[in-house]
């Protein structure tokens, strides 16, 4: 589908949801309003029916006072449903934000993953603000956080099985409702984040020594409220008098509240899941009404919705959570902790519960994290017109990476400018004038290998690569409290770089304006040997540079650096570029003109 049908076809779920999203508001008023309406008319007409001792009073009183209560059940659905309606436009209108740069303003950027020492990441803008995670993540669990950010560090990348993840990727680009509702979910768990900790959770599931309760107390649990069924009914056939059962009632909720620190342990979890558990179910199900054909995808699903799996876990603990809200009910909770020892019932449900199901469900917190990761690699293939990479790792003598139309994901797609070149294993020189497009170029080559190696799509009509360790040198800063200049700063990276050659594993280095922190004597020299040193059939490396000098480069075989560049035109007067890879070595400098162009007299 082209991406402007695309965008028209989340337009109009926007419309639509927008339409639902009114029809629901209007309900919730009139429940409302109704609601009101039937607890007034019931409460006087039960009062005036006690009061008078009119009997069709009072049951009229009865009925209004029913149908208040049913109101506020339907009042209840009629909210939650506005919720989920209310979710989904929130991914709708991500999706619409995306096809322009309005993405950039999206809160979730990665920047709490990114690390100081994680230089590529910073480089390419893959973690950060304006980065890749920024655009395309759809995660909002912790996991599917997690697991995003950690993926786009580059440290280990999954290559064995690229091809089931781009099936995966593939399928879920493809279906945009699945997106939408499985998103929309996580948009409403991630508003409860506050009250449910995901990480205790998965710790109390996994974690043998928690959530039992003591041999007595579940021998007490029958004890007691039998002593308690007897007493009453010893009352109602008159053996007894009711001074017995009240204080048997009174001797079982005492206890009940001075032992309440032996059933908190084992249910106190169900306190945050049981704002969360809704919408992991409602997750599940999309999950479960979805039929995939990707073999990733079919082993996700069938894990999770089979009769052992998480869906079935999360429906059984979301009613134990409902029987537990009770406890937000005073009054009703000390009857039933008086009569029953509620909260020694519900421990033991809660043991049974997480002694059947808890590993599956900590598992399924991993899995749906999973499911976030590849969404949001597939949104690329949904905002962008893309293509399957064509990645080899296995061993190689040369390393070579070619493309056709490749372009950057993260340019305005009405403004950006694709290139095609191929590039083998030695050394590349980018030449070109200032604002060009050199640093733009070798980004586009990197962020589309980072896209391929990780399982998504592909920015450009082709890309067929070598897999290769990515080492760039790009935004280096100097590092004042340790003493580190800039240029000493890219020195390291260099270094870094020229340490990991003599492993002799395929590698690509990306350097941007090399040593432009020193005089221009000492960085002719100074690149030129480092260049040297990088240079190798298994070590891809790519220089963009002022200094024309570097353009005759030799390594230390003799063969000479390949040359591009990039070259600014004039029309009437005024300096244009068209940002096109051109061969052989730039011969044009613009610099006294943009001096010129900022008032400067030169």
Same mark, same amino acid.
Request: net charge negative; hydrophobic share 45%.
């Given at each position: 589908?082209?991406?402007?049908?695309?965008?028209?076809?989340?337009?109009?779920?926007? %419309?639509?949801?927008?339409?639902?999203?009114?029809?629901?508001?209007?309900?919730?008023?009139?429940?409302?309003?109704?609601?009101?309406?039937?607890?007034?008319?019931?409460?006087?007409?039960?009062?005036?029916?006690?009061?008078?001792?009119?009997?069709?009073?009072?049951?009229?009183?009865?009925?209004?006072?029913?149908?208040?209560?049913?109101? $506020?059940?339907?009042?209840?659905?009629?909210?939650?449903?506005?919720?989920?309606?209310?979710?989904?436009?929130?991914?709708?209108?991500?999706?619409?934000?995306?096809?322009?740069?309005?993405?950039?303003?999206?809160?979730?950027?990665?920047?709490?993953?990114?690390?100081?020492?994680?230089?590529?990441?910073?480089?390419?803008?893959?973690?950060?603000?304006?980065?890749?995670?920024?655009?395309?993540?759809?995660?909002?669990?912790?996991?599917?956080?997690?697991?995003?950010?950690?993926?786009?560090?580059?440290?280990?990348?999954?290559?064995?099985?690229?091809?089931?993840?781009?099936?995966?990727?593939?399928?879920?680009?493809?279906?945009?409702?699945?997106?939408?509702?499985?998103?929309?979910?996580?948009?409403?768990?991630?508003?409860?984040?506050?009250?449910?900790?995901?990480?205790?959770?998965?710790?109390?599931?996994?974690?043998?020594?928690?959530?039992?309760?003591?041999?007595?107390?579940?021998?007490?649990?029958?004890?007691?409220?039998?002593?308690?069924?007897?007493?009453?009914?010893?009352?109602?056939?008159?053996?007894?008098?009711?001074?017995?059962?009240?204080?048997?009632?009174? $001797?079982?909720?005492?206890?009940?509240?001075?032992?309440?620190?032996?059933?908190?342990?084992?249910?106190?979890?169900?306190?945050?899941?049981?704002?969360?558990?809704?919408?992991?179910?409602?997750?599940?199900?999309?999950?479960?009404?979805?039929?995939?054909?990707?073999?990733?995808?079919?082993?996700?699903? %069938?894990?999770?919705?089979?009769?052992?799996?998480?869906? $079935?876990?999360?429906?059984?603990?979301?009613?134990?959570?409902?029987?537990?809200?009770?406890?937000?009910?005073?009054?009703?909770?000390?009857?039933?902790?008086?009569?029953?020892?509620?909260?020694?019932?519900?421990?033991?449900?809660? %043991?049974?519960?997480?002694?059947?199901?808890?590993?599956?469900?900590?598992?399924?917190?991993?899995?749906?994290?999973?499911?976030?990761?590849?969404?949001?690699?597939?949104? $690329?293939?949904?905002?962008?017109?893309?293509?399957?990479?064509?990645?080899?790792?296995?061993?190689?003598?040369?390393?070579?990476?070619?493309? %056709?139309?490749?372009?950057?994901?993260?340019?305005?797609?009405?403004?950006?400018?694709?290139?095609?070149?191929?590039?083998?294993?030695?050394?590349?020189?980018?030449?070109?004038?200032?604002?060009?497009?050199?640093?733009?170029?070798?980004?586009?080559?990197?962020?589309?290998?980072?896209?391929?190696?990780?399982?998504?799509?592909?920015?450009?009509?082709?890309?067929?690569?070598?897999?290769?360790?990515?080492?760039?040198?790009?935004?280096?800063?100097?590092?004042?409290?340790?003493?580190?200049?800039?240029?000493?700063?890219?020195?390291?990276?260099?270094?870094?770089?020229?340490?990991?050659?003599?492993?002799?594993?395929?590698?690509?280095?990306?350097?941007?304006?090399?040593?432009?922190?020193?005089?221009?004597?000492?960085?002719?020299?100074?690149?030129?040997?480092?260049?040297?040193?990088?240079?190798?059939?298994?070590?891809?490396?790519?220089?963009?540079?002022?200094?024309?000098?570097?353009?005759?480069?030799?390594?230390?075989?003799?063969?000479?650096?390949?040359?591009?560049?990039?070259?600014?035109?004039?029309?009437?007067?005024?300096?244009?570029?068209?940002?096109?890879?051109?061969?052989?070595?730039?011969?044009?400098?613009?610099?006294?003109?943009?001096?010129?162009?900022?008032?400067?007299?030169?």
């Amino acid at each position: 589908m082209e991406k402007g049908s695309m965008k028209e076809t989340f337009v109009s779920m926007d %419309e639509r949801l927008k339409e639902e999203h009114s029809l629901v508001q209007k309900k919730i008023s009139t429940i409302s309003t109704l609601r009101v309406i039937s607890f007034l008319a019931g409460a006087a007409l039960f009062i005036i029916g006690v009061a008078d001792a009119l009997a069709w009073a009072g049951i009229l009183g009865g009925i209004f006072l029913l149908v208040f209560i049913y109101l $506020v059940k339907k009042h209840s659905d009629a909210y939650y449903a506005d919720e989920i309606i209310k979710s989904k436009l929130q991914s709708v209108e991500g999706y619409i934000k995306r096809f322009t740069d309005e993405w950039r303003k999206f809160p979730d950027t990665g920047s709490e993953f990114v690390e100081k020492e994680d230089t590529v990441s910073l480089d390419l803008d893959l973690l950060g603000d304006n980065s890749l995670y920024q655009m395309i993540s759809v995660a909002h669990t912790k996991k599917g956080k997690n697991k995003l950010a950690t993926l786009m560090k580059l440290e280990s990348t999954d290559i064995e099985h690229l091809g089931r993840r781009n099936d995966a990727v593939g399928e879920l680009a493809s279906k945009k409702d699945f997106l939408v509702d499985f998103e929309s979910a996580g948009i409403r768990l991630e508003s409860n984040k506050k009250k449910f900790k995901e990480e205790e959770f998965i710790n109390y599931c996994k974690d043998e020594s928690k959530g039992c309760l003591p041999a007595w107390a579940k021998i007490v649990r029958f004890v007691f409220p039998a002593i308690m069924i007897i007493a009453i009914l010893l009352w109602a056939i008159d053996v007894i008098t009711y001074g017995v059962p009240l204080v048997m009632f009174l $001797v079982i909720l005492s206890f009940s509240w001075l032992t309440k620190t032996v059933t908190d342990r084992v249910m106190m979890p169900l306190y945050g899941i049981g704002y969360g558990v809704e919408d992991y179910l409602s997750m599940l199900r999309v999950m479960e009404n979805e039929e995939f054909t990707s073999e990733h995808l079919i082993e996700i699903k %069938e894990k999770n919705c089979d009769d052992n799996g998480a869906l $079935v876990a999360f429906s059984k603990l979301k009613k134990i959570a409902q029987a537990y809200n009770i406890s937000f009910n005073p009054l009703f909770h000390q009857i039933l902790s008086g009569l029953f020892l509620w909260d020694y019932h519900l421990a033991y449900l809660m %043991e049974k519960w997480k002694k059947r199901y808890g590993k599956n469900v900590s598992e399924c917190f991993d899995d749906i994290g999973t499911l976030e990761e590849l969404m949001s690699l597939a949104v $690329v293939g949904v905002v962008r017109d893309t293509n399957w990479a064509r990645i080899d790792a296995s061993e190689c003598e040369v390393v070579r990476v070619s493309f %056709e139309d490749l372009y950057h994901p993260l340019i305005n797609q009405e403004k950006v400018i694709s290139n095609s070149a191929a590039l083998d294993g030695g050394i590349t020189i980018i030449t070109g004038s200032n604002m060009s497009g050199k640093t733009t170029f070798l980004r586009t080559i990197a962020i589309n290998l980072a896209l391929a190696y990780m399982g998504a799509p592909i920015c450009g009509k082709s890309l067929c690569a070598n897999y290769m360790k990515i080492f760039t040198s790009m935004r280096v800063m100097d590092d004042v409290a340790n003493g580190i200049s800039t240029f000493y700063a890219e020195i390291l990276r260099i270094k870094a770089m020229a340490e990991y050659k003599e492993k002799n594993l395929p590698m690509l280095c990306l350097i941007d304006e090399i040593f432009k922190g020193t005089n221009s004597a000492d960085r002719i020299v100074g690149a030129t040997e480092a260049i040297k040193q990088l240079s190798g059939d298994k070590c891809m490396t790519v220089v963009s540079t002022h200094d024309f000098e570097l353009c005759s480069i030799k390594d230390d075989n003799g063969k000479p650096a390949v040359n591009y560049h990039f070259q600014e035109y004039y029309k009437d007067d005024e300096l244009m570029f068209d940002y096109k890879l051109k061969d052989g070595r730039c011969t044009t400098t613009n610099a006294i003109k943009l001096l010129k162009m900022a008032g400067f007299s030169v």
